[in-house]
């Protein structure tokens, strides 16, 4: 071997490369020209979905002094942006990205600024609930949107998982940043300010990314009218029936073990670290799904689905058996690091299974099913809780990850993505017969 060859050897062993190699394929996709530009204001642009709800209830809380109030304000506006989420992501398909979120986002600036308004001139608290719901159903779903312009850009490349992969950690990352950003904002700046911020975020990374316009998807005739004939023969991806349901009971789960730790902490005295703690649980999402996509994985999607869906699960089985706070908080870390897997191959089955000219729609569905959960759960839990105790809240939560876990397993059939037909291969064209050779002009 040459001293060439051992230079290289030992360059390519060097601590630096093996700290640098999980870093590669996210470094490869912002190589695409204008890629940081759109997923920047992807994260700004949904911050507000970590932000918004809370915001509502600290500021209606704190105005009237009513928990119950402010938290049904807060739900209206999360089931509304849960129904309506799909029917703007079939807009924009249809229409393109632009123009839909332009008028979605002068709808959701005008509902939070009357928000904010009637809880500020002590408007009787009905008059809350109207521009609540407007704000939370038009809120721009940005997720779904950037997801989308990574599948054009990358369709077909193993650099999709990682641009996925890193759009999940971004979204674990608002979870980390936001409630308590907003928590400060609202209590130690103004009440209103929480919910301000919330709204001035969404605006400003929702006009930077429709201003993107060159990695926007391109609408062709072509397109819209293969979208009409796949809306006709059904939904937007044929793993939506066991998806759906199956995200439903994730929210439910997701935010039982948020109250349950909120109620947690409480009982022992410390209820401030429940917000420290729930932000290990994000960071421990983060942190796995930052490793999961630095991977290529061999296994079909679907599969990995449902193993990363049942180890999520069985951590959140042990919750309710936890001594003490340090004991969850160190536990509650690991099991956190299967989260973001689990939505990432979640979003990688959708975009496979999508119906031509309906992947928003299709991503959509996450978001719209996790809402729901969240709604629904957070009733429930909260009776659960006040009679029972945080420990029966997290046992209520294992029961909602149990159903999802059984739901993905009975329908996991429905999830396999079929392999692509090959296509087939063009008849070579026949070739010219030579042209006869030309009179020669008559010089006569």
Sequence with gaps: MTRVDDAERTVGRSPLSLLARPLRPYADIFRIPGAWRFS????IGRMPMSMFALGTVLLISASTGKYGVAGVVSASGSLAYAFSSPLVARLADSRGQRPVLLVLLAVFATASAALIAAVLLKAPTWVFFAPGAIAGGSMPSLGAMVRVR???LLAGTPRLHAAFSFESVADELCFVVGPAAVTLLATEVFPAAGVGVSALLCV???LWFAAERSTEPVLRAEGRRTQHAARDRGPAAPGLFVLVPLYVLLGAMFVSIDLSTISFAQHFGHKPLAGFILGTYALGSATGGFWYGSRQWRSPVQNRFA?????????????????????????????????????IAGFSLLEEQARPGRSTEAMSWISSGIGVGL????SAVGFIIDAHGPRVGYAFAASCGAASAVTC???LRRLRVEPAEPAEPAEPAEPAEPAEPAEPADQG
Aim: charged residues 0%; glycine residues 12%; proline residues 4%.
């Design 40 to 43: 920047a204001a992807g994260i």
């Design 150 to 152: 990574w599948s054009v």
């Design 204 to 206: 400003a990374g929702t």
């Design 307 to 343: 193993v990363t869906l049942t180890l999520t699960v069985l951590g959140v089985v042990t919750f309710w058996a936890q001594p003490n706070l340090i004991s969850l908080t160190c536990v509650i870390y690991v099991c956190g690091l299967t989260i973001a897997p689990t939505l």
């Design 375 to 378: 709604a629904a759960g957070s």
């Design 409 to 411: 397993l009975l329908g």
